[in-house]
């Protein structure tokens, strides 16, 4: 069992940063792909980022690639993703989630564990 807890959003005037913090406890971080997830009132909910448990390989959604940057520090069994250039079409519930030794997935069904989420709001 993987527990994990997101922290870090917020509301944010568009353009504008935020940094989404993903803690893991359970079972051994390290072993785990980590990908983070997103949901807009209405839509359902979609692939952001995700990183392979060895850290090694990333894949972006390509509607945040060059904007967002997913990393991991596995001694502080925390995954993050920084958020550059907000918009307000990025507003919406973000979801962490983990996945055992693979190197990471856009597809939810391949996530075992997922949190409970933080609200980003980007206002314009």
């Known amino acids: 069992q993987v527990q994990v807890v997101e922290s870090g959003g917020g509301l944010v005037q568009a353009g504008g940063s935020l940094r989404l913090s993903c803690a893991a406890s359970?079972?051994?971080?390290?072993?785990?792909?980590m990908g983070w997830f997103r949901q807009a009132p209405g839509k359902e909910r979609e692939f952001v980022a995700a990183?392979?448990?060895?850290?090694?390989?990333?894949h972006y959604a390509d509607s945040v690639k060059g904007r967002f940057t997913i990393s991991r520090d596995n001694p502080k069994n925390t995954v993050y993703l920084q958020m550059n250039s907000l918009q307000p079409e990025d507003t919406a519930v973000y979801y962490c989630?983990?996945?055992?030794?693979?190197?990471?997935?856009?597809?939810?069904?391949?996530?075992?564990?997922w949190g409970q989420g933080t609200q980003v709001t980007v206002s314009s």
């Open positions: 989630a983990a996945d055992y030794r693979s190197s990471g997935s856009a597809s939810m069904t391949a996530y075992d564990y």
């Open positions: 359970g079972r051994t971080f390290s072993n785990y792909a």
């Open positions: 990183i392979s448990w060895t850290g090694r390989i990333t």
